[in-house]
């Protein structure tokens, strides 16, 4: 066997067709070594370079697995059961919030990823089909530092940088972002299961930079907040996709990558994953290639069941009157953008309701049920909305994974505004409520989500850090 410092494989879902999963596995190895074949039974799969860093190549190597089966792969002496078994009680695992904003490399590794080591028993005792990651992957807000033209950012920023300083950025930045994903990819607890089960992933802000698309224009738009953007969309691709441009799966949607959404579908079971980043300005979350995409989703037909992931809780409390209180607190603006984030920020009210009109028209629609699942927030809760015909709208929130949990204090005063109300939808009032043997509806403990199916029917539980797993909640 050998012992060279490969990181990986860490798999990721391309697609699902009539009779199989199709997956790649990504592998980080040092520069001028070559990684081993994958076998799946006799069949030799090699990898090929996918991205060359200062010190390191990343790999990558795609196979398919039948679907309905259990069985797996081979790579450098080990095997690697895999299931692929999507219509016999399948479990998927939900996560987000992965890190922290500052200081996370330094972390102390069995304390991070307590929790990664929770998902991995829990694999042990029934195995994941998949593993859906809702945002924040990686806590990018330290790549920023040690050069001379973001070292202050996004407080301040140089104006006409030159070419060959964008370019000394750019080659920062992305060694940067490749510290970070390395790090966090060859942990033992996460790199466990990500070698047995599948990921689906889709980006936030901090995959970027704290409250990127809702800091000012000026900043964002500037030459080096665009370069900022591209190389963390890069790494975006290479780390949480195993693609890049003009090679993405079949699941996106837009084959050119302006947005970065994505859906898979297996019989009854839908999964949908807007991006909430790539388009997204002060006043708008999506642009026109988001809303088409969600657009065409809500008309197709589908029976059966669809998890749509919102990077940011697409049900929660009236904001509007932290919003004023930022406004009218010169110690608080710092904070706008958070609020700014949000479907329920006052600047995207308009938006807020359109999606949520969608919503109401796919949990309309007979023989199909939807649940929303997020993260962002740092704690844990749920939220319905109720329809015509007995029919509800239903999110869960599970955040964070690695990320420590805010004081309660934070989590009691949501709880509060949740008391307020809210209803974007006249008539269809937004009820947040605790998870199930919870006293309160914001609950301020590490947590993950499982998902899990039996009968054509789905349930959820959380398993928080403190107080350990929850009931099943029928969905």
């Known amino acids: 066997m050998s012992i060279t410092p490969i990181t990986g494989p860490i798999l990721f879902l391309d697609e699902i ?109 029934r195995p994941f089909v998949l593993l859906l990651h809702g945002g924040d992957q990686v806590y990018a807000d330290e790549v920023t530092d040690g050069h001379a033209l973001t070292e202050r950012w996004p407080e301040e920023v140089p104006e006409d940088p030159s070419e060959p300083e964008l370019a000394g950025l750019r080659d920062h930045l992305k060694e940067a972002f490749f510290e970070r994903y390395s790090t966090l990819y060859a942990a033992p607890e996460f790199a466990w299961i990500a070698a047995r089960v599948p990921s689906l992933m889709q980006w936030d802000d901090h995959d970027i930079c704290d409250g990127w698309g809702s800091l000012p224009a000026a900043k964002t738009h500037s030459a080096i907040g665009q370069t900022l953007f591209s190389a963390a969309r890069e790494s975006f691709l290479i780390f949480q996709q195993a693609a890049a441009d003009g090679d993405l799966p079949r699941r996106f949607s837009d084959p050119l990558g302006q947005h970065l959404g994505w859906r898979v579908e297996t019989g009854g079971l839908r999964i949908i994953a807007p991006d909430l980043r790539s388009e997204r300005s002060r006043r708008a979350i999506m642009g026109q290639g988001g809303w088409a995409m969600m657009e065409e989703e809500a008309a197709r037909k589908m029976r059966g069941h669809t998890f749509l992931m919102s990077s940011v809780p697409l049900l929660g409390p009236r904001l509007s009157v932290l919003e004023a209180l930022m406004v009218l607190t010169p110690s608080m603006q710092k904070y706008e953008d958070d609020l700014r984030d949000q479907w329920q920020s006052r600047a995207h009210r308009a938006e807020w309701q359109r999606m949520l009109r969608l919503a109401r028209s796919m949990v309309l629609e007979d023989g199909h049920r939807l649940t929303v699942l997020s993260g962002e927030i740092h704690l844990a809760t749920r939220g319905r909305i109720d329809f015509a015909a007995g029919r509800s709208l239903q999110q869960l929130v599970a955040s964070g994974i690695a990320h420590r949990a805010p004081p309660r204090a934070w989590a009691n005063l949501l709880g509060a505004l949740a008391w307020l109300g809210e209803a974007p939808l006249e008539g269809h009032p937004i009820r947040i409520a605790p998870p199930p043997g919870q006293a309160r509806r914001y609950v301020a403990q590490r947590n993950y989500l499982r998902l899990e199916g039996r009968e054509e029917t789905w349930s959820a539980s959380w398993e928080f850090e403190e107080s350990g797993p929850t009931e099943p909640l029928a969905l």
Do not use: Q
């Open 17 to 125: 067709t009539e009779t199989s999963c199709k997956i790649a596995a990504l592998f980080i190895a040092p520069e001028g070594v070559t990684v081993p074949d994958i076998y799946v039974g006799d069949t030799a799969i090699k990898a090929t370079p996918l991205a060359h860093f200062a010190k390191a190549v990343v790999w990558r190597a795609r196979f398919g697995l039948p679907l309905g089966s259990r069985t797996g792969y081979e790579w450098n002496g080990t095997r690697y059961p895999v299931s692929c078994e999507y219509s016999d009680a399948p479990r998927i695992g939900y996560v987000s919030c992965n890190g922290e904003e500052i200081g996370d490399l330094l972390r102390e590794g069995s304390e991070r990823n307590a929790m990664w080591a929770r998902l991995r028993e829990d694999h042990r005792a």
